[in-house]
């Protein structure tokens, strides 16, 4: 009956009675259950709309209501509330301040940007009045907001944060470091002395996700922990182990991996004991779709797991990864770009060929969420097939060069190069229907790579020549251009292997280097032969012919680099093919360079040889 006549007398309360009312519901269900259906509130939102007669204190509590809630506002109420917030900004103090800026953090509701600017200048008049509660939830609402503070505004912060350190919390010190992590706001090294030490005296009080935030905050800061951090997280993690859900799993893993720190193996006992009980104890032949989505937050964490695993180079047991597999069954197909794209490279990584039957299903789910990949993600999933010596099948390689071609204003000079480096490992020839989507991959590679290539290392440079050479694709005239200027002023950096798969690039391709150019690379390969391999020698001694330069010569420099290529020939390789191409010097390429790719240019020709100019 309540229920009904509320419903009922919504259209007949005043702006400050809806907002009692949905304080007063909010406090209900701290010790309850749901009291109302989403239709009431639907409702709610449309009476209270315009804010024009509500109170400061009244806003509050409405925001407040909202974060306990977890009710998600739409954009028209979202700028009723700023302009609200505007008429009243004079009367609101720091606990209104902190309570409004932690329930929007809470429901991610994103503000309209004037919000955050009088919200922040509200802070600065009040910020005198916050107590230490207060400071921890504004910067955790902020950080779920993905709002960051000015330097003056941070300033301010800090300081008073370190002035009411004693008074902190066990969550209020789990609430900062987890929001400084996701802010990537890097406190200063004094800040962390006094977190650290009150954190110590604190951490028997945290729960498993105080003490994982906590870690995870400092993974995201790349601040590796005290080892007498470490010892109390394994302490209390040990303890609180029976009430580990699926995010904490994560979360602990992932500061792990992203540290570089190997777990002691009784943590690695435990978290498989809570992956069992959690993740694997359920029945999922017979789930509901309904059950299925309702979980998926929950299961598609095993992609994460598996990225974990591969940065720390430690390998599952089969016994893992047959319960892995049971899962992925069901939810590779929740999993988002991120996650498949983790997985993925988590194989390749750690040199495990996925099962056929999981592989599929990541082929379904790219096909479905290919347009939501990052140019990065995309990247990542060409070097991951590398790594597992997987040919994109054609699907996959059609809609990997639809979703790049967008994207490609994103990419850097690093995933450029990584993106044509792993497609030249894979030599990757497209069948007539992918042709017309490979050849817009190019143009829009090329387009991008015009504008980063003065940002571009030697070594990156080499990777997209070897590339092009090695996909039996001739570069346009503007982009050889932009190759070959770049190189002049970076070949000092190359060393020997790299001088040699630069000029089997060249060669392959039928390009004559311009003289600044070849000059370069002679002074480069004078410096470095001496340390060349007989099988650099070997493709120097094939290759300098092609383009112009004295094989001789260049062995001559090498010392006895003439006898060390002979050398590396016999018993390699038959006279037909010392006459031909050598197989080419796998380019050692950083781990830090792997990104992404694409957007337009005409003219990819492979007729006659074409003069490689440094001038544009």
């Not at 749901?34 to 509050?60: C, D, G, K, M, N």
């Not at 400084?180 to 406190?187: I, M, V, W």
């Not at 993690?237 to 904490?248: A, D, N, Q, S, V």
Request: glycine share 4%.
């Amino acid at each position: 009956l309540w229920k009904t006549k509320m419903s009922v007398l919504l259209g007949a309360m005043s702006e400050t009675q809806l907002a009692d009312t949905l304080y007063n519901i909010a406090y209900l269900e701290i010790f309850g259950k749901r009291v109302l259906s989403t239709q009431f509130y639907e409702q709610w939102f449309v009476h209270v709309a315009p804010l024009a007669e509500i109170s400061a204190p009244a806003l509050s509590r409405v925001a407040w209501a909202i974060g306990m809630l977890g009710l998600r506002p739409d954009e028209t109420f979202k700028h009723a509330y700023a302009t609200a917030f505007n008429r009243e900004f004079a009367s609101f103090r720091s606990y209104h301040l902190a309570d409004i800026i932690w329930a929007f953090g809470r429901v991610d509701a994103s503000m309209p940007s004037e919000f955050f600017e009088l919200w922040f200048s509200a802070f600065e008049r009040e910020r005198e009045h916050f107590n230490a509660g207060d400071l921890a939830v504004t910067i955790w609402g902020l950080a779920r907001l993905n709002c960051c503070p000015d330097q003056t505004v941070l300033g301010f912060w800090r300081e008073l944060t370190l002035q009411h350190a004693e008074r902190l919390s066990a969550n209020d010190l789990a609430n900062i470091m987890f929001a400084l992590g996701r802010l990537e706001l890097h406190p200063g090294d004094d800040f962390l002395l006094v977190w650290f030490a009150r954190w110590k005296s604190l951490y028997a009080d945290m729960d498993a996700q105080a003490l994982v935030d906590s870690l995870w905050g400092l993974a995201k800061l790349n601040v590796r922990p005290p080892s007498e951090m470490l010892m109390l997280f394994y302490e209390g993690w040990r303890r609180e182990r029976l009430f580990i859900r699926p995010r904490e799993l994560e979360l602990s893993l992932y500061a792990f991996a992203r540290l570089y720190v190997t777990p002691r193996n009784d943590f690695f006992e435990h978290w498989y004991e809570t992956f069992k009980r959690r993740l694997v104890a359920r029945s999922f032949e017979q789930m509901e779709e309904y059950q299925m989505e309702y979980f998926a937050s929950d299961f598609v964490t095993i992609a994460s797991f598996l990225w974990a695993f591969a940065r720390l180079d430690v390998r599952p047991t089969d016994a893992f990864m047959q319960k892995w597999y049971d899962i992925a069954q069901v939810f590779t197909r929740f999993m988002n770009p991120q996650q498949l794209t983790n997985a993925l490279w988590a194989f390749g990584r750690l040199s495990i060929r996925p099962r056929d039957a999981f592989f599929q299903q990541w082929l379904a789910a790219f096909d479905q969420k290919s347009a939501q990949f990052e140019v990065v993600e995309l990247v990542r999933v060409a070097t991951a097939l590398v790594e597992l010596k997987i040919y994109p099948p054609e699907p996959l390689l059609q809609q990997w060069c639809r979703s790049f071609a967008p994207r490609v204003i994103d990419a850097s000079g690093g995933e450029l190069a990584d993106a044509l480096y792993a497609f030249g490992r894979l030599r990757v020839r497209p069948s007539v229907g992918v042709h017309a989507d490979w050849n817009r991959f190019l143009s829009a590679w090329s387009f991008q790579f015009r504008a980063r290539a003065s940002s571009m290392s030697a070594a990156q440079l080499v990777n997209v020549l070897w590339g092009f050479a090695r996909l039996e694709v001739r570069p346009g005239a503007d982009t050889l251009n932009a190759w070959a200027r770049r190189m002049i002023a970076v070949a000092a950096e190359l060393d020997a292997r790299l001088a040699a798969n630069a000029l089997w690039a060249l060669a392959k391709l039928k390009v004559r280097p311009s003289a600044r150019l070849s000059g370069a690379w002679v002074d480069a390969w004078n410096r470095e032969a001496s340390f060349a391999d007989g099988h650099a020698l070997k493709v120097v001694r094939w290759a300098a012919p092609l383009v112009g330069l004295d094989a001789s010569e260049l062995l001559a420099v090498a010392g006895d680099g003439e006898s060390r290529a002979i050398e590396n020939d016999n018993g390699h390789s038959s006279a037909s093919e010392r006459q031909s191409s050598p197989e080419e010097v796998i380019a050692e390429r950083s781990a830090a360079n792997s990104r992404a790719v694409g957007l337009r240019e005409r003219g990819y020709q492979s007729g006659k040889p074409e003069e490689f100019s440094s001038k544009a």
